[in-house]
């Protein structure tokens, strides 16, 4: 399919949502029900042509804001307190020439209401009365709003001359910085009045590496966790809605047994009717699982597709996840002043707190494969192993040592 037609009712019915268990990148369009009799749309397979056009326009959106007064805002914390309020201001339908969006409507005309109420029943706090437009528009006025209040609050409206000012005060600050790194292990220095740059340079490094570390893996880590989560929601919810599945399962079992009993039984009993009785039930559940087998097909291949995108992702999480535990033992050696380079973490002393975090994230992993992918994604692990991912102590030494030199490097 190229394009989807949803045709619509006989009568106007209102939120009919159209659920898919998986994106579907495609044009949408509407028939009338008139329309889609002329065209037979409903009684037989059409190939039809689509031609529409749209014509896009470029608005200012508009936020519209209230203040409601209060009888004495001022409490504890000796500033005026307000409580804000808002709804959106603007709507989005599926065909917007024939629902106009009443729904979301009904917020604004609730705020109105609760506004009406606060003017004749004044609160003692103030009230802001927000209506935010482009909610549609990955909530537009929202952002703009909040985005003022915050940079409000945390002063970031500064002249030019302030940002120079505060530019060259970094500028130094580094500069110091720079002096100290330029003596290699800044942790080894012991001179009295370079603890203070020490200090500082720590810190900074520490920063850096948090950094370093959400741009490089963790951001991504956690999208991906995300799209994990959602190939085993899509899998259990296919499977919750099919109960023929575990009907299934049932009769698997049921046919094993069966056929175990049909096994022990010699060859001068098989001529004998308990033999036979066995052998006609054994052919008719075969019958109902063949049957069964027909009516899952399309189950069992939309399943099979969530597995092999789940096992997917799988194999670019764990990577990541062995590359956030690097930046989190550089973290920590920071945070303990301590260099770590190579050849520190080589050290016959360091071996043991390295094979504690590597055996840490291998037993992580196998818990991983048979918590999530037997037993709750159903993958069998003699066909799908994801032990290659396992991670070595001199892995975890070369990972460590080669962001060292990153956080230095920014």
Same mark, same amino acid.
């Given at each position: 399919?190229?394009?989807?037609?949803?045709?619509?009712?006989?009568?106007?019915?209102?939120?009919?949502?159209?659920?898919?268990?998986?994106?579907?990148?495609?044009?949408?369009?509407?028939?009338?029900?008139?329309?889609?009799?002329?065209?037979?749309?409903?009684?037989?397979?059409?190939?039809?042509? %689509?031609?529409?056009?749209?014509?896009?326009?470029?608005?200012?959106?508009?936020?519209?804001?209230?203040?409601?007064?209060?009888?004495?805002?001022?409490?504890?914390?000796?500033?005026?307190?307000?409580?804000?309020?808002?709804?959106?201001?603007?709507? %989005?339908?599926?065909?917007?020439?024939?629902?106009?969006? @009443?729904?979301?409507?009904?917020?604004?005309?609730? %705020?109105?209401?609760?506004?009406?109420?606060?003017?004749?029943?004044?609160?003692?706090?103030?009230?802001?009365?927000?209506?935010?437009?482009?909610?549609?528009?990955?909530?537009?006025? @929202?952002?703009?709003?909040?985005?003022?209040?915050?940079?409000?609050?945390?002063?970031?409206? =500064?002249?030019?001359?302030?940002?120079?000012?505060?530019?060259?005060?970094?500028?130094?600050?580094?500069?110091?910085?720079?002096?100290?790194?330029?003596?290699?292990?800044?942790?080894?220095? $012991?001179?009295?009045?370079?603890?203070?740059?020490?200090?500082?340079?720590?810190? =900074?490094?520490?920063?850096?590496?948090?950094?370093? @570390?959400?741009?490089?893996?963790?951001?991504?880590?956690?999208?991906?966790?995300?799209?994990?989560?959602?190939?085993?929601?899509?899998?259990?919810?296919?499977?919750?809605?099919?109960?023929?599945?575990?009907?299934?399962?049932?009769?698997?079992?049921?046919?094993?047994?069966?056929?175990?009993?049909?096994? @022990?039984?010699?060859?001068?009993?098989?001529?004998?009717?308990?033999?036979?009785?066995?052998?006609?039930?054994?052919?008719?559940?075969?019958?109902?699982?063949?049957?069964?087998?027909?009516?899952?097909?399309?189950?069992?291949?939309?399943?099979?597709?969530?597995?092999?995108?789940?096992?997917?992702?799988?194999?670019?999480? =764990?990577?990541?996840?062995?590359?956030?535990?690097?930046?989190?033992?550089?973290?920590?050696?920071?945070?303990?002043?301590? %260099?770590?380079?190579?050849?520190?973490?080589?050290?016959?002393?360091?071996?043991?707190?390295?094979?504690?975090?590597?055996?840490?994230?291998?037993?992580?992993?196998?818990?991983?494969?048979?918590?999530?992918?037997? $037993?709750? =994604?159903?993958?069998?692990?003699?066909?799908?192993?994801?032990?290659?991912?396992?991670?070595?102590?001199?892995?975890?030494?070369?990972?460590?040592?080669?962001?060292?030199?990153?956080?230095?490097?920014?």
């Amino acid at each position: 399919a190229r394009a989807v037609v949803f045709i619509g009712a006989d009568e106007p019915a209102p939120n009919v949502y159209h659920h898919l268990n998986f994106p579907a990148n495609l044009p949408r369009f509407y028939v009338t029900a008139e329309l889609a009799e002329k065209l037979q749309l409903r009684t037989k397979p059409q190939t039809v042509t %689509l031609r529409a056009a749209g014509r896009w326009e470029i608005f200012e959106g508009r936020n519209v804001i209230g203040v409601i007064r209060g009888t004495k805002p001022v409490f504890d914390e000796k500033v005026d307190e307000a409580i804000l309020l808002a709804a959106p201001l603007d709507s %989005l339908s599926e065909v917007p020439a024939l629902s106009p969006g @009443a729904r979301l409507a009904a917020n604004a005309a609730g %705020l109105l209401s609760v506004a009406e109420h606060l003017q004749a029943n004044r609160p003692r706090r103030d009230v802001i009365v927000c209506f935010l437009d482009g909610e549609a528009a990955n909530h537009a006025g @929202a952002r703009a709003l909040y985005g003022v209040l915050y940079r409000t609050r945390t002063k970031q409206k =500064m002249t030019l001359a302030e940002r120079l000012e505060m530019h060259q005060g970094e500028q130094q600050y580094i500069g110091r910085i720079q002096k100290v790194l330029a003596w290699g292990d800044i942790f080894a220095l $012991k001179d009295k009045q370079l603890k203070s740059a020490q200090s500082e340079t720590r810190t =900074m490094m520490r920063r850096e590496a948090k950094i370093l @570390a959400a741009d490089a893996v963790r951001d991504e880590l956690q999208a991906r966790r995300m799209a994990q989560y959602k190939q085993k929601r899509f899998y259990k919810q296919l499977v919750d809605e099919t109960p023929l599945l575990a009907a299934d399962e049932k009769l698997r079992a049921k046919l094993a047994g069966l056929r175990q009993r049909i096994e @022990a039984v010699g060859e001068g009993d098989r001529q004998q009717q308990p033999y036979k009785d066995l052998k006609a039930q054994q052919a008719s559940l075969q019958a109902e699982a063949e049957q069964n087998r027909t009516r899952l097909q399309p189950v069992r291949k939309k399943l099979e597709a969530y597995q092999a995108e789940f096992i997917r992702l799988a194999r670019t999480v =764990m990577p990541l996840k062995a590359e956030d535990l690097s930046w989190s033992q550089l973290e920590r050696g920071l945070h303990k002043s301590r %260099l770590l380079d190579k050849a520190v973490l080589s050290r016959p002393e360091e071996s043991p707190k390295l094979e504690s975090t590597v055996n840490w994230f291998n037993a992580d992993l196998e818990k991983f494969q048979v918590k999530q992918l037997e $037993k709750e =994604m159903g993958i069998d692990r003699s066909s799908v192993s994801l032990d290659d991912l396992k991670m070595s102590v001199p892995e975890l030494i070369d990972k460590v040592a080669e962001k060292y030199p990153l956080c230095l490097a920014a």
